[in-house]
């Protein structure tokens, strides 16, 4: 069975800051994908980014970007420019390619903002 | 607007009473799921459902019995045998149960036992 491990319950940068989350991933598989969930204090799951686990390019959405290792098993997003909107817990998430799109859920990370 | 809905927002149920959880969706999508999410954890699934009349067991289903007779709903019942029901249960779909699709989730509902 796959795991997802986040290591970081709690992180905070500055306001304008840069800041990565760290998340590491356990499976045997080798086609597969992995996800950044926000979820805000209303606590509506938001989609931030995803990685196809064949593409080596690092994903990128405007100011969230990954750094994804495959042979390291790690999957880390990396914000900057933080804003106050970006306050939330960050869940890393794992699918199968392949059969029911089964998301496998990391711990998650509380990100707090500083003005 | 197309998304999914989720009622009510907070639950509260007495022990030993069963209770189901709504979830509907007007996205047109096959597959729907439940999750469950705890404080200091990731959500885990309950159940999901590829199709109409369709469901299968996710990580943790005991306790827990879904219905799909319709392609929209998929309501969740926790039972009285669900040892510990207090928890945040979000309700997602995705277009269908396999490929490159997006699960969309709603903005689920926080169930209380007194």
């Known amino acids: 069975a796959q795991t997802v491990t986040q290591s970081q319950p709690e992180m905070s940068v500055q306001e304008a800051e840069t800041v990565t989350l760290s998340c590491t991933y356990d499976?045997?598989?080798?086609?597969?994908?992995l996800f950044w969930y926000k979820q805000p204090p209303s606590r509506q799951m938001i989609l931030v980014i995803r990685?196809?686990?064949?593409?080596?390019q690092n994903a990128t959405e405007n100011r969230f970007s990954v750094n994804f290792q495959k042979a390291a098993k790690s999957f880390s997003l990396k914000i900057s420019d933080s804003q106050l909107g970006d306050a939330a817990m960050y869940f890393c998430?794992?699918?199968?390619?392949?059969?029911?799109?089964?998301?496998?859920f990391g711990q998650g990370t509380r990100l707090t903002i500083n003005p | 607007d197309g998304g999914i809905t989720q009622s009510p927002k907070y639950l509260f149920r007495k022990e030993g009473q069963n209770v189901t959880l709504s979830c509907e969706q007007n996205?047109?999508?096959?597959?729907m799921y439940w999750y469950r999410q705890d404080p200091g954890q990731g959500l885990r699934l309950i159940y999901y459902?590829?199709?109409?009349?369709?469901?299968q067991k996710g990580d943790i289903a005991e306790g827990y019995s879904v219905s799909r007779e319709k392609k929209e709903s998929f309501p969740l019942t926790v039972t009285s045998a669900q040892k510990n029901p207090t928890a945040f249960y979000l309700c997602?779909?995705?277009?269908?149960?396999?490929?490159?699709?997006?699960?969309?989730f709603g903005p689920g509902t926080r169930l209380t036992v007194l």
């Open positions: 997602a779909s995705s277009i269908s149960w396999t490929g490159d699709n997006e699960q969309f």
């Open positions: 499976t045997s598989e080798s086609d597969y994908y």
């Open positions: 990685q196809e686990a064949y593409k080596q």
């Open positions: 998430a794992y699918r199968s390619r392949g059969g029911a799109q089964k998301l496998v």
């Open positions: 996205l047109n999508h096959d597959a």
């Open positions: 459902s590829q199709i109409v009349n369709d469901f």
